[in-house]
């Protein structure tokens, strides 16, 4: 009877150690939130931030493919109040937020119920064409942005070379 309790208790040590060590390498890029407000508006974006490391984003994603604009956990927009995307309205609370490599020059934003794993076209909430700007130094960790300009909400997302944005306002 001793022999099986030290061995159930041996067993139970080594998966808890086994688990936590998974755990610590599934989480391999640091998180990042970005948050805005402007009158009665408050947007929040939470995403992961993973490094180039000598990659090229162009490489790494095929045209028509969504990007989750991330990495590790889906990157989230969660608002209080609804916001309009390029004429259609998101409901307020939280959503996945995913960027679609349409062909060169041109990407878009897109506003999920699900993440890209589980995507199909039914889940898209919103999908508005962004603006693609060149940075004069690459960006080595993504970085997601949330500004105001005049009335309106502006997202940035900048990896690499590219500097991506897209505008938002309150729905009315």
Same mark, same amino acid.
């Given at each position: ?8 208790? =041996?067993?139970?040590?080594? =998966?808890? $150690? ?18 805005? =407000? ?9 995403? *992961?931030?993973? %490094? $180039?490391? /000598?990659? #090229?984003?162009? !490489?790494?994603?095929?045209? /028509?493919? +969504? ?9 989230? +927009?969660?608002?209080?109040?609804? $916001? ?5 309205? @998101?409901?307020?609370?939280? #959503?996945? $937020?995913?960027?679609?490599?349409? !062909? ?6 897109? @506003? %999920? ?15 508005? +064409? ?7 130094? &690459? ?5 997601? %942005?949330? %500004?105001?300009? *005049? ?8 990896? *690499? ?8 306002? &309150?729905?009315?």
């Amino acid at each position: 009877m001793k022999t099986r309790g030290r061995s159930f208790r =041996s067993i139970a040590a080594i =998966s808890a $150690l086994a688990t936590a060590s998974a755990g610590a390498w599934a989480a391999s890029a640091p998180r990042g939130s970005t948050c805005a =407000s402007f009158g009665k508006v408050s947007v929040t974006i939470q995403y *992961g931030r993973p %490094s $180039l490391d /000598g990659r #090229h984003l162009r !490489q790494m994603i095929e045209p /028509g493919q +969504l990007w989750r604009a991330g990495a590790d956990a889906a990157t989230t +927009l969660e608002s209080n109040v609804a $916001l309009n995307f390029g004429g259609t309205r @998101v409901p307020a609370g939280k #959503h996945i $937020l995913m960027v679609r490599f349409i !062909q060169p020059g041109i990407w878009s934003l897109v @506003v %999920s119920k699900v993440s890209t794993f589980n995507y199909t076209p039914d889940a898209r909430i919103a999908e508005v +064409l962004m603006r693609l700007e060149k940075n004069q130094a &690459p960006i080595g960790e993504l970085t997601i %942005s949330l %500004s105001r300009t *005049g009335g309106n909400g502006k997202i940035e997302i900048a990896w *690499g070379s590219f500097r991506l944005w897209g505008e938002f306002t &309150p729905a009315r």
